[in-house]
């Protein structure tokens, strides 16, 4: 079992504006020269490290050139007043955003392997060209990454999720309130595209089990369906791409063949013919030696043709077969779809057999364990539709509610919660339209 994703973002400026409750609570506060000498090992920089070693570059530029890249930018730029006149750009302008994504392992594994390659995938499709390194740190308790990201203006607050978010709240005129859920809303629809493109795939949870509450069994359950559900998909991906390259494979080696086939076996016997009259002909008038010459011609096109016609069946054979090849593919393909199907059905057979046990015993350890598998089919059908498995644990909530609702208050608390939010946003608050 993995455990659950961390993933972090922060911004940050080349001065920092010190808040008087800094100074008294002796905060630390960090700009980009902390920032990158942290990153690098420097002496006095990394306090928090016992044994600091160099960090490794994982992807992109070394982090002296993209820290060189950013100071040389900040210096340059320069910002228009609303007067006209222009003027350097602010030395306290968050101007470099970094991400801190962990994994749960305390060493270089393969799962951490396979977790770092789909970890800079998401970062390089979400942020392009404005990502420019990637490095990992091995010397502290678990595996992480740290992304330096220097924006195209050297405005990172623009790029913060939450505060993209709370702006366009606060320019369609919605209330404080409102721009401040936006903002929240911002950064968890950020977790969750990393824990649908990389999290879900590792085997992580979304969160863990002290933000739900969840007791040892329950968690134990859940993490036991990610890791299910992980493998399911890695192998989906593999099969999916081994059926691909099989493919093209076997179509890349008939497609130019049949083109060039079908060319040449489009030449007739009277297009043929025609052309070599006109040779003759023209032959017979300047040369007559040439007729021979002209023969050989003639012969040479035919045998051509002949030779094309007979590529051309070869080819329409290896079509055939490559048809036949293609239905046998779709076959396995729905031999895959059928296999998810049963893994609903099993899904749902374990959440049934768990209510069962749970409402035979009456124990709140066992309702525990079913609201773990309960809610571990609700995150998975959000990434893969569960049909038979979600009506089962929409029947369990029911039931349970109904039957048991102090067992219910203790054991499903998550399902009390989403019940909550649907009923928020039905009913118009105070400061809504």
């Given at each position: 079992m993995a455990g659950y994703q961390f993933a972090h973002l922060e911004m940050y400026s080349r001065k920092v504006l010190v808040k008087p409750s800094d100074k008294k609570n002796k905060k630390k506060i960090w700009n980009t020269t902390d920032i990158f000498a942290e990153a690098k090992r420097e002496a006095g920089a990394c306090g928090h490290v016992e044994n600091p070693s160099p960090p490794v570059v994982v992807f992109g530029q070394s982090l002296e050139d993209t820290e060189a890249e950013h100071d040389r930018r900040c210096d340059a730029a320069v910002s228009t007043m609303k007067n006209g006149k222009t003027r350097k750009l602010r030395s306290t302008q968050n101007t470099l955003m970094t991400v801190v994504l962990s994994h749960p392992d305390e060493t270089y594994t393969s799962d951490v392997k396979r977790w770092e390659k789909l970890s800079i995938a998401w970062l390089k499709a979400r942020y392009g060209d404005?990502?420019?390194?990637?490095?990992?740190?091995?010397?502290?308790?678990?595996?992480?990454?740290?992304?330096?990201?220097?924006?195209?203006?050297?405005?990172?607050?623009?790029?913060?999720?939450?505060?993209?978010?709370?702006?366009?709240?606060?320019?369609?005129?919605?209330?404080?309130?409102?721009?401040?859920?936006?903002?929240?809303?911002?950064?968890?629809?950020?977790?969750?595209?990393?824990?649908?493109?990389?999290?879900?795939?590792?085997?992580?949870?979304?969160?863990?089990?002290?933000?739900?509450?969840?007791?040892?069994?329950?968690?134990?359950?859940?993490?036991?369906?990610?890791?299910?559900?992980?493998?399911?998909?890695?192998?989906?991906?593999?099969?999916?791409?081994?059926?691909?390259?099989?493919?093209?494979?076997?179509?890349?080696?008939?497609?130019?063949?049949?083109?060039?086939?079908?060319?040449?076996?489009?030449?007739?016997?009277?297009?043929?013919?025609?052309?070599?009259?006109?040779?003759?002909?023209?032959?017979?008038?300047?040369?007559?030696?040439?007729?021979?010459?002209?023969?050989?011609?003639?012969?040479?096109?035919?045998?051509?043709?002949?030779?094309?016609?007979?590529?051309?069946?070869?080819?329409?054979?290896?079509?055939?077969?490559?048809?036949?090849?293609?239905?046998?593919?779709?076959?396995?393909?729905?031999?895959?779809?059928?296999?998810?199907?049963?893994?609903?059905?099993?899904?749902?057979?374990?959440?049934?057999?768990?209510h069962e046990k749970a409402s035979e015993t009456g124990l709140e350890t066992d309702y525990q364990m079913l609201s773990g598998a309960c809610l571990a089919v609700a995150d998975i059908s959000k990434v893969q539709r569960l049909e038979l498995a979600m009506l089962q644990v929409s029947s369990v909530v029911k039931d349970v509610s109904r039957r048991v609702p102090d067992m219910f208050k203790k054991a499903f608390g998550w399902a009390i919660e989403k019940v909550a939010q649907r009923r928020s946003m039905a009913v118009p608050g105070p400061n809504r339209p």
């Open positions: 404005q990502l420019k390194t990637v490095i990992r740190h091995d010397d502290e308790k678990h595996e992480h990454l740290h992304a330096y990201i220097i924006p195209d203006d050297l405005d990172a607050a623009s790029m913060h999720p939450g505060n993209a978010e709370k702006q366009r709240s606060e320019r369609a005129g919605q209330a404080k309130g409102d721009a401040n859920r936006a903002y929240k809303q911002g950064l968890r629809e950020w977790q969750d595209s990393y824990h649908r493109d990389v999290g879900i795939r590792c085997g992580l949870a979304r969160t863990g089990p002290g933000l739900e509450r969840m007791s040892r069994p329950a968690w134990v359950a859940r993490q036991k369906s990610y890791d299910h559900y992980a493998d399911m998909l890695n192998n989906a991906a593999r099969y999916e791409k081994k059926l691909k390259r099989k493919v093209a494979k076997e179509w890349a080696k008939t497609s130019i063949v049949g083109k060039m086939s079908f060319a040449r076996s489009s030449a007739t016997n009277a297009d043929v013919d025609e052309r070599v009259s006109k040779r003759v002909s023209a032959s017979n008038k300047k040369y007559e030696k040439q007729f021979e010459n002209a023969e050989k011609s003639r012969n040479k096109a035919i045998s051509e043709r002949d030779d094309a016609i007979v590529r051309a069946s070869e080819t329409e054979a290896k079509n055939s077969h490559l048809e036949s090849r293609n239905s046998e593919l779709e076959g396995q393909i729905t031999t895959a779809n059928d296999a998810l199907s049963r893994i609903d059905a099993a899904l749902a057979e374990n959440v049934m057999n768990l």
